[in-house]
């Protein structure tokens, strides 16, 4: 949506044409709703922002088909090193030279998908933060074997659909994750050693701390397992830091599959 909406030509790929009509839908509808605040007194300017948006946009189930003739790819599928690696690995094969691939991870190694492919020094991260459309951050990943050139070219992309982009190593978790998800695991930390209540620990951290949500909350919202499998990663990769310990009551919440707000219960009930 934002890249389309910033003038740039969009193939939009996904397993079937059934999830790309929604997608579709979904991004219309979200255009309609940036265009009332955006040209509030101006619906005619607003209706044609959303035309021209459309049309630089079209669909595609092939992916290898329709990366000929691209300039970046941007991968956000499934958060699974195998499938990544599986599919970069094919889109290496047809993509031109000059493509830039980068991958939309919030807690894998770029490095690692990197080197799937023969173009390691074309290859970054591209973290962008929900709801895209609403967050101004992206998180820019170099890799060690990024050149500056790529990594610059992720740069000003960023800059180029209206985003303010921070620059971070290959590090679990890159900047917000790596101190994000610690803090919301140390939150449930302290609640299960019984110090203070779920409700209580949100209250103090929307109150002093200035935070739009508490960390049970968040981690509801994120999805439970979510956070299970991104400090599971982390774990594995560096057992000893106690900053990654699992937690035996986010595992129990897991395994009885209360995954938060998408399932209705996690730390909290929703209707």
Not at 151 to 161: G, Q, T
Not at 173 to 187: D, Q, S, T
Not at 238 to 265: I, R, Y
Request: net charge neutral.
């Amino acid at each position: 949506q934002i890249a389309a909406a910033s003038g740039h030509t969009v193939v939009l790929v996904d397993q079937s044409d059934e999830i790309l009509k929604k997608s579709a839908k979904g991004i219309e509808e979200s255009l309609k709703r940036v265009t009332k605040k955006k040209f509030a007194d101006k619906p005619e300017a607003g209706a044609e922002f959303i035309k021209k948006t459309l049309k630089n946009l079209t669909t595609s189930t092939d992916a290898a088909a329709v990366v000929h003739s691209t300039d970046l790819v941007i991968e956000a599928i499934v958060e699974n090193l195998e499938v990544k690696n599986e599919l970069f690995k094919r889109l290496d094969k047809f993509a031109p030279e000059h493509t830039i691939f980068a991958s939309n991870t919030s807690s894998l190694q770029i490095t690692n998908m990197a080197n799937s492919t023969t173009r390691q020094d074309r290859f970054g991260g591209l973290h962008f933060f929900n709801p895209v459309p609403m967050m101004k951050l992206v998180e820019v990943i170099k890799t060690p074997m990024t050149s500056q050139e790529t990594f610059e070219s992720l740069m000003d992309f960023s800059k180029a659909v209206g985003k303010s982009p921070v620059s971070c190593k290959d590090t679990p978790g890159f900047i917000v994750n790596r101190l994000l998800v610690p803090y919301m695991m140390e939150a449930v930390r302290l609640f299960e050693r019984g110090d203070a209540s779920k409700e209580d620990i949100d209250v103090a951290m929307k109150l002093g701390a200035g935070y739009p949500m508490g960390p049970f909350e968040l981690l509801d919202y994120v999805g439970l397992d979510t956070s299970k499998y991104i400090i599971d990663g982390w774990h594995s990769l560096e057992p000893n830091n106690p900053l990654f310990a699992p937690s035996p009551l986010l595992n129990k919440l897991v395994a009885e599959k209360k995954l938060g707000k998408k399932t209705g219960e996690g730390f909290y009930k929703y209707k």
